[in-house]
């Protein structure tokens, strides 16, 4: 559009410069002829197309802006939307979190109700608490002796896997040290095997390559030598054909002046045909420069990765002694607590039960608790040592199968190597056999 405007407007100054302005023209009219009419006709014209280039622009303007203002309100559409849709996920996410909050409140009241409804059934047993208080005490000593039984019967089964487990991890890793020992051991066999057939091979290929040169220059010798028996007699033949020519010459100018021009001017053409250039022209062969294949083998040596699982043991160890040292402080707790029991009420001696129940009913949720952790925490533990087993043993598929392609782009290359030697003697054959042929 501003290239129409620029070439609207040099038209126009370009018309401006041609069409005499009003008041010259008057002047002109005044002083000379009036103008023809085609002069008015043209002028006409002009105007005509201009006025029409004019509409034309100021079409093209009027349509341009009215696709802006349909790509202007195309693009508030599309805000609109955007807004739309922000506000429907801003209020969605709103209504989600007043869910959430509810949820969490109901949660709260049926948490708040459930416990309500336990402490009600504990003032409910309270009574029949009261009745059992001997039979409680006799076998809370009795369950806290069979806790410590099967607190070190634990233990010591703990102790005795986790002894096991050590052996059979120091069992594997050592497995695995040996096997990795011997495939070292048997990549250096195959790599120093590799090199010897290298360093063999490419003897064989120098020994080649020096009888071929051999040969080639034996050939060229007899070639050369055959060249010049054959141009020796060349010569020999020329030497009789001359003397021949003399013989016959001297025979010929016994005749007439004529016969013996005639004979002279053969005489010259013949002795111009046949004395042309003979060079003995020597080739030496040229040595075959051997390149020695240079295989530059970067042996990388790979080291299993072992990772410890000492993490995992001291939460285990840990857990089970915070877990013992929790069952001793709450057994201690409940002796102290009986033995130290003055004479009291009945209801005194009721409440006492009831808050000593309370009390081992959270101490045992908090050990079972804490239990659960623990074993959560060696869990996670384990899963660790195994992820960690698992990127070990890729690791070592990875250098493996590096290995193996790097042994067969060594391979690749000898073969090319090879080839090229075989392509160059190739050569050079067909160079002597062509030599020979000339």
Do not use: C
Not at 64 to 74: D, F, I, L, S
């Amino acid at each position: 559009m501003m290239k129409m405007m620029a070439n609207f407007q040099q038209e126009r100054a370009g018309n401006t410069g041609v069409t005499p302005d009003i008041s010259h023209t008057h002047t002109f009219q005044a002083a000379t002829i009036s103008p023809t009419p085609q002069l008015h006709s043209e002028e006409q014209e002009e105007a005509k197309r201009l006025k029409g280039e004019q509409e034309r622009i100021e079409r093209e303007l009027t349509e341009q802006r009215e696709y802006e203002k349909k790509q202007q309100a195309r693009k508030e559409e599309q805000e609109r939307e955007l807004a739309e849709q922000h506000r429907e996920f801003e209020e969605k996410l709103a209504r989600m979190r007043r869910d959430r909050i509810e949820e969490e409140e109901r949660m709260e009241e049926l948490r708040k109700r459930k416990r309500g409804e336990e402490e009600a059934k504990l003032q409910e047993d309270l009574a029949r608490q009261r009745a059992e208080a001997a039979e409680f005490q006799q076998k809370l000593v009795e369950q806290h002796l069979a806790d410590e039984k099967q607190r070190l019967e634990e233990e010591q089964a703990f102790k005795e896997r986790r002894l096991a487990e050590e052996q059979k991890l120091n069992r594997e890793i050592e497995a695995k040290r040996s096997q990795q020992q011997l495939e070292d051991e048997l990549a250096a066999k195959q790599r120093e095997e590799r090199e010897a057939e290298d360093e063999r091979l490419r003897l064989v290929r120098k020994a080649q390559d020096e009888q071929e040169r051999i040969r080639l220059e034996q050939e060229q010798a007899r070639a050369l030598q055959a060249a010049m028996q054959k141009q020796e007699e060349d010569r020999r033949q020329e030497e009789l054909r001359l003397a021949e020519e003399r013989i016959l010459k001297d025979a010929v100018e016994a005749s007439d002046t004529e016969a013996i021009e005639e004979a002279s001017w053969k005489e010259s053409s013949i002795e111009d045909e046949d004395e042309e250039p003979n060079d003995n022209e020597e080739k030496s062969g040229s040595d075959v420069e051997e390149i020695p294949p240079n295989d530059n083998v970067a042996e990388d040596t790979t080291s299993d990765v072992h990772s410890d699982n000492e993490a995992a043991e001291e939460s285990v160890a840990s857990a089970g002694s915070h877990n013992s040292a929790q069952g001793d402080d709450a057994a201690s707790d409940i002796s102290t607590i009986i033995e130290n029991m003055p004479a009291k009420t009945p209801e005194e001696e009721e409440q006492e039960r009831q808050k000593a129940a309370e009390e081992a009913k959270k101490k045992e949720d908090e050990n079972v608790i804490d239990v659960y952790r623990q074993r959560v925490l060696a869990r996670k533990a384990a899963e660790k040592q195994r992820q960690q087993e698992l990127e070990a043993e890729n690791e070592r598929k990875a250098k493996e199968e590096e290995e193996r392609q790097r042994a067969q782009l060594l391979d690749a290359s000898g073969s090319d190597q090879e080839l090229e030697l075989s392509g160059g003697s190739f050569a050079e054959s067909s160079a002597a056999s062509n030599s020979d042929s000339f």
